[in-house]
């Protein structure tokens, strides 16, 4: 298993037990779903297996191979045109059942396989409850059968080994940090970033997202290595400062 996937696992683990505080809502749940990019209040099973690895990424430098969505056909889309899908799981594996939504037959629910047992999978799963529903109430470990009603996305196959690519960050003609590149975006401490402009950094914990003197930073935040990451983009913008990429010098350069 591969350094991205152990982490991705580790991660989901760690969310256990978050719940649901009204349907389809809560402060994690909000985050699970901003992270996938759909609003609050949408089922969120994929949300969560998305956040989940987008987290790892993010703490190992590392790029995200799978598909950002919170829809579970995507997945499975997305896995078969890419030769991905098996009938027989693997602690790691995304897991997508199949049934029946509105007369349609589609992939419905997803959730990571943390290890096999005989006939059975264990899993880690977001949008469910102790009895497996597909619109539960929180984080739940679970066991399921091994059966025609599963498929398993092996994305571990794209999982990358080697850490990213990273730009300096520059402003009024000084170095300020190195931003290590997920998904083609330039990632930045935010308190950093922010104090090294002159702001005062704070954290709207309802949003989850970091504010500049009060005001509320509109981005997503990764943690890595116990530090908040965001789009270095994003927070030039909220400062109201222009960005220049030197792709020759690998540098950012952000000015007024």
């Known amino acids: 298993m591969s350094k991205l996937v152990e982490a991705a696992i580790e991660i989901a683990l760690s969310q256990e037990g978050v719940r649901e505080e009204s349907e389809n ?3 994690r749940v909000d985050a699970y779903l901003r992270a996938a990019g759909v609003g609050p209040g949408n089922p969120w099973c994929a949300a969560f297996v998305y956040w989940c690895i987008e987290q790892a990424a993010g703490k190992l430098a590392l790029a995200n191979p799978f598909p950002r969505t919170a829809y579970c056909p995507d997945i499975l889309n997305w896995a078969n045109e890419r030769d991905l899908l098996t009938g027989s799981p693997e602690p790691g594996d995304v897991f997508l059942r199949i049934g029946e939504v509105g007369g349609e037959t589609r992939a419905c629910h997803t959730g990571f396989v943390t290890h096999t047992s ?54 009024s003609g000084r170095a300020i ?20 402009l002159g702001f005062e950094v704070g954290w709207n914990n309802e949003e989850q997202v ?18 908040a990451y965001a789009p270095i983009r994003d927070l030039a913008r ?19």
């Open 177 to 196: 940090c190195d931003m290590p590149v997920v998904n083609g975006r330039s990632l930045c401490p935010v308190r950093l970033c922010g104090e090294s």
């Open 210 to 227: 970091p504010t500049f003197d009060g005001m509320e930073v509109p981005t997503e935040t990764t943690v890595i290595d116990g530090k």
């Open 118 to 171: 005989g006939d059975h999978f264990g899993t880690i799963e977001g949008n469910t409850n102790i009895d497996g529903s597909r619109e539960g109430i929180g984080v739940f470990l679970r066991s399921r059968p091994i059966s025609g009603s599963y498929k398993f996305a092996r994305w571990s196959d794209l999982a990358p080994d080697h850490a990213s690519e990273s730009y300096s960050l520059v402003h």
């Open 238 to 256: 909220s400062a109201g400062l222009k960005m220049e990429v030197d792709a020759a010098s690998r540098r950012v350069v952000i000015c007024r």
């Open 25 to 27: 809502r809560g402060p």
